[in-house]
């Protein structure tokens, strides 16, 4: 597990590149910039890749997310130091990185046994120890640790879950991809009021589905 000069340098130009398709926020760029993208993806014939801006399988029929989308989503998301952010579709655990490099407490939830109990232990072997990882339905969010700041989800929702409007603080927002089909629309819902919401849509994008019902493996 080794970060040398050379993937430093990639990301340098992953930053150039996200930048130049209108990522703004420095303290995001400046995550990116820091992250080791290549050791969140397990398959190492992917790894001289990994600094391109696409998104790479990572197991279980799951992708870890363009850097650009996940620039997109947080920059959406307005992080400010001390957030407490819930995340669905923990992933690789990359997405997650970048909300610990933001100063945000991250909450992240995965259905997929296999890639929670990866990330589990992959996340403090680099450093970031101090995510709250759990394995659930990302539909019902995490009741007891209600309300959020922010609520971002990774997969693409089919729909909006009510439990994850529920759990937003008034002033909050939720950033999730919304569509049934392979593609989604991004949108940002803000909660104004404690049943009152505004909702804007910022262009297409495709992510991997928001799964039903608890996977078995
Ligand atoms: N944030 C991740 C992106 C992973 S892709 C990253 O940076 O790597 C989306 C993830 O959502 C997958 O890991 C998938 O297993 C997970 N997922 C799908 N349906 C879910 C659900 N209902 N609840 C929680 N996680 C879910």
Redesign the pocket.
Known sequence: MIDTYRHKGLRKQLVDIIAEKGISNSRILKAIEKIPRHLFITDTAFHKYAYEDKPFP?G?G????QPFT?GFQTQLLNISEGDKVLE????????TAVLLEMGAKVYS????KA?YERTKEFLPSIGYTSAKLFYG???LGLPTYAPFDKVIV??GAPFIPKDLLSQLKIGGVLVIPVGEGKEQIMQRITKIGSNEYETEEFGVFRF?P??KEKGKD
């Open positions: 990572i279980s799951q992708t870890i997310s996940v669905i579709g923990t992933g690789s655990g990359y997405q939830i995965e259905r997929q890639l339905d990302g539909y990774t997969a991997v928001l799964l």
